[in-house]
């Protein structure tokens, strides 16, 4: 399962070369067998030419499987492999999945993608692809003629510009359109935020984070293959696959550039904390975890370093309880919804916030670390939170509802 998480901005903070390859590329054959057999080992070995050209940054043989009557293609695929010069690869294959006759000597391939950055990805990161390829007459040989996004994916990042690449002590920062100290300050603040997670989160975990920042939030609604209009007030995103182990690919911190640079020094931290929270916790966080948990986990280690009052980190919420309007329920997954109304987001994130400062405040930070545990090891969402709630706080699911709204009245009234 695939999940992203984000943090919006403002919250109560309103304020190296390509080296060490791993020389790894291979294709697999299609998995229906739709095409003749000639033609998937054509596709193959076009595929198996250009991951191999990608891995050891050869422009001319990279090219070499670029249909050569395709000059704009050609264009964009010389600047996507000189985009893609920094940046540290540990595997480059593809996979064909689907190939489909368009006529004589033409296809549509359908190819996915999968690729490791070294050092972060324990497997590889997998991006579908959809390619046009013809087979030209003279030499046999089949040439790509198109390179598409398939209709639910996303972008690469070295498809919008040059990637510059920073290391920090405890994280890889990947940056397009962004200036190199713009960069490194990131790169910092994330060498603060690692630490803090580890010092709340004791299970093991990477101890280390990859973070994207593209030139703009239209380029990192881009990357996540959603409108921009869901994240010009997100800071940052964390992408990522619920539930996974040591083999998992590394979670991608996505940096929303104008959001973020809005935000102060401290600002700035409690949001990377949170994200990389959700990096550390990932293992522990199933589809069993509800929205407010996960969420409010992550803001509660993020804020548990701050100096800030409780209104000072809720001031929505906060509002809302001084004019009597004090909520009824915990906060729904539906109420974290990234294009609702932004009010709405906000009480929804500091009312998962107030549930663990609750949990840490009443029955201490060890049984706050037992109930996510709790929660995310079940095996669906029925049940998960009342049998934790039972096993771990020994309350209820009505009992907790209650005394959270007693702890908000008192904090915020």
Not at 110 to 127: K, M, T
Not at 350 to 360: D, N
Not at 376 to 388: E, K, N, T, Y
């Amino acid at each position: 399962m695939t999940d992203r998480r984000g943090r919006i901005a403002g919250r109560g903070t309103a304020g190296a070369l390509l080296a060490g390859l791993l020389l790894a590329s291979a294709c697999a054959a299609p998995d229906d067998g739709s095409a003749p057999d000639s033609t998937a080992r054509g596709v193959r070995a076009v595929l198996d030419r250009r991951a191999a050209a990608v891995l050891h940054h050869d422009p001319d043989a990279y090219l070499s499987a670029v249909d050569p009557r395709a000059t704009g293609l050609r264009t964009a695929q010389r600047r996507e492999l000189d985009n893609l010069a920094d940046v540290p690869l540990a595997s480059w294959t593809y996979q064909l999945t689907d190939v489909r006759e368009q006529g004589t000597d033409r296809v549509t391939a359908d190819v996915r993608l999968r690729y490791r950055i070294a050092g972060y990805d324990a497997a590889p990161v997998s991006a579908d692809r959809v390619l046009d390829l013809r087979r030209d007459g003279a030499d046999g040989r089949w040439y790509i003629a198109g390179d598409r996004a398939a209709a639910d994916g996303g972008g690469l990042l070295w498809q919008q510009g040059d990637v510059r690449v920073v290391r920090g002590r405890h994280s890889l920062v990947l940056g397009v359109g962004r200036t190199q100290e713009e960069l490194r300050r990131i790169a910092r603040t994330a060498d603060r935020a690692v630490p803090a997670v580890s010092g709340a989160w004791p299970r093991q975990w990477a101890g280390r984070v990859l973070v994207l920042v593209p030139h703009t939030v239209e380029d990192m609604a881009g990357l996540l293959g959603a409108p921009a209009a869901n994240y010009r007030g997100i800071a940052a995103v964390t992408t990522g696959r619920t539930g996974g182990g040591d083999r998992a690919p590394a979670d991608r911190v996505i940096v929303n550039p104008q959001a973020y640079g809005m935000l102060s020094t401290p600002g700035q931290r409690i949001v990377l904390t949170h994200e990389f929270t959700h990096v550390a916790t990932r293992a522990d966080t199933s589809a069993a975890t509800p929205t407010w948990l996960s969420e409010g986990f992550a803001d509660w280690v993020a804020y548990r370093a701050e100096r800030r009052t409780a209104v000072q980190a809720a001031p929505e919420l906060a509002a809302a309880v001084r004019r009597g309007d004090l909520p009824a329920e915990l906060p729904t997954d539906q109420d974290f919804g990234f294009a609702g109304d932004s009010a709405r987001l906000a009480q929804a994130y500091e009312g998962g916030w107030l549930a663990c400062e609750l949990i840490a405040d009443h029955w201490g930070e060890k049984k706050l670390l037992a109930f996510y545990r709790a929660v995310g090891g079940h095996s669906g969402r029925d049940g998960a939170v009342q049998q934790a709630m039972q096993g771990v706080l020994a309350t209820t699911p009505q009992g907790f509802t209650a005394q959270w709204r007693e702890f908000l009245r008192s904090l915020l009234g």
